[in-house]
């Protein structure tokens, strides 16, 4: 499907347009704008797809941990290493537009009209690297381990950017930048901060993973028809004292991740292969969090996230995770042997309260009895591994009806600043962003 983009704007480009970050939102702004002939610049503080890739596995095996290739950071972004689902809550006008676009670039065309389409791991890595080349081919230009440092501005204007690579200080002028940082880069929100770009905090969802064999998942769901229909999924929603307490991105046939960043912090997330064909299942428990449980300050839901994040990697002694059967969390015991599971590099018995603020353990134990009856065996048969942190960002970056921060030329997008929740609704956040600039900036000169 071709959609119809804006007529180019009558405002002069100072210097280049400039795309910080290759998540889904930064990758489908950068591939409109070049498919326009604008010619952005994509920087990425993160390795290209196949580099993360191997030090993605040197932490599954060795437990070594990049703080800046990983599970987050990298090509692709945070979306590289899930399930790839393609569900955004709202009909927003662009998923078509969205969904042609994967499918030119390797999708299966069932992707297009599937209930609930997913793309796995595998596709995604192989989708956003043929995008890439075509962003190059149409006169873009794309840079990996190149870091946000710091933002040039002027009476409120946008004057320019600076990365850094290999130690090595650039600026690129720029009055068009699209802010496009994923969930994770707290150190880029600090320096925002210190910008004095405004941000807000936000609410978002933090608990555990819960695993369980694949097989049992699937005959809970689908019962004698569980072998012909493939991996099952579920969806679990409970009230808690005024609190949501639900599941979140799970992952049929798929592995619990290490989702860490930071040195010394550890959280966890879910990952699925195209054919969802491992032995096991997951998906988050989350109980909502509100502004009031964070420290104050914009970045309060930070704090908050890097205090559970801490306690488990204290558990674990590393970048393992604590874990622990439903059971035993209900009854606060620590057991004495784990099952099996999928997580990598290795997990460790742990009392999984220890890391959870209170009102996150009531949610988790005042849902059981609903989670069980809606599912018998989902709470007897449940290994949670902890901690799930990286449910959405915790911070939003204030855009106004052009999209601009306070900083005019400054244009924040997808799930980072708040505006997103998963691959779709941030690659249409970024066609977006692209669609503003095309309708706000002259084509540049040949």
């Known amino acids: 499907m071709t959609e119809q983009t804006p007529l180019p704007g009558s405002k002069e480009i100072n210097g280049k347009i400039v795309v910080i970050g290759a998540g889904p939102c930064g990758l489908f702004a950068a591939y409109i704008l070049a498919q326009n002939g604008y010619r952005p610049l994509l920087i990425e503080r993160g390795k290209a797809i196949e580099q993360r890739e191997q030090d993605f596995l040197l932490l599954q095996k060795e437990g070594l941990m990049n703080p800046e290739s990983n599970a987050c950071f990298g090509e692709g972004g945070a979306g590289a290493f899930s ?53 190059i081919k149409r006169g873009g230009e794309v840079i990996f381990e190149a870091r946000l440092e710091n933002l040039i501005q002027k009476e409120g204007k946008l004057q320019g950017i600076v990365y850094t690579k290999k130690g090595n200080r650039i600026r690129v002028d720029s009055n068009a930048c699209i802010l496009a940082i994923g969930h994770s880069a707290r150190d880029t929100f600090a320096m925002l901060q210190e910008q004095g770009i405004i941000l807000q905090p936000k609410p978002f969802a933090m608990g555990v993973r819960v695993e369980h064999l694949r097989k049992h998942i699937d005959q809970w769901q689908y019962g004698k028809f569980a072998k012909v ?12 004292q005024d609190r949501g307490v639900y599941s979140f991105c799970m992952c049929p046939g798929g592995e619990v991740i290490c989702s860490a960043t930071e040195s010394g912090y550890t959280a966890v997330n879910g990952m699925s292969w195209h054919d969802r064909s491992q032995p096991y299942s997951n998906g988050a428990i989350v109980v909502s969090v509100g502004v009031n449980d964070m420290p104050s300050g914009s970045l309060g839901g930070i704090a908050l996230q890097k205090q559970l994040e801490r306690a488990a990697y204290m558990m674990a002694d590393g970048y393992g995770a604590p874990a622990q059967t439903y059971l035993d969390f209900i009854e606060g015991r620590r057991g004495k042997k784990l099952p099996e599971n999928s997580y990598k590099p290795y997990t460790v018995s742990a009392n999984l309260s220890a890391c959870l603020p209170e009102f996150i353990r009531r949610g988790i134990i005042g849902a059981a009895k609903h989670f069980e009856g809606a599912i018998p065996g989902f709470v007897r048969q449940g290994l949670m591994i902890g901690v799930e942190t990286r449910t959405s960002s915790p911070v939003r970056i204030l855009r106004n009806q052009e999209f601009s921060s306070n900083i005019i030329g400054l244009y924040p997008g997808g799930e980072g600043a708040g505006y997103a929740g998963g691959i779709m609704s941030a690659a249409i956040d970024g066609i977006k962003l692209a669609n503003q600039l095309i309708s706000t900036f002259k084509l540049p000169n040949r």
């Open 229 to 240: 229909l493939g991996a099952a999924e579920y969806t679990l929603k409970a009230q808690v």
């Open 83 to 135: 399930d790839g689902k393609l569900t955004a809550r709202n009909k927003a006008p662009h998923t078509a537009h969205v969904m042609s676009i994967f499918i030119a670039h390797g999708a299966t065309p069932s992707i297009a009209y599937y209930a609930k389409p997913h793309l796995g791991t595998d596709y995604i890595r192989r989708i956003i690297v043929s995008m890439r080349n075509e962003i």
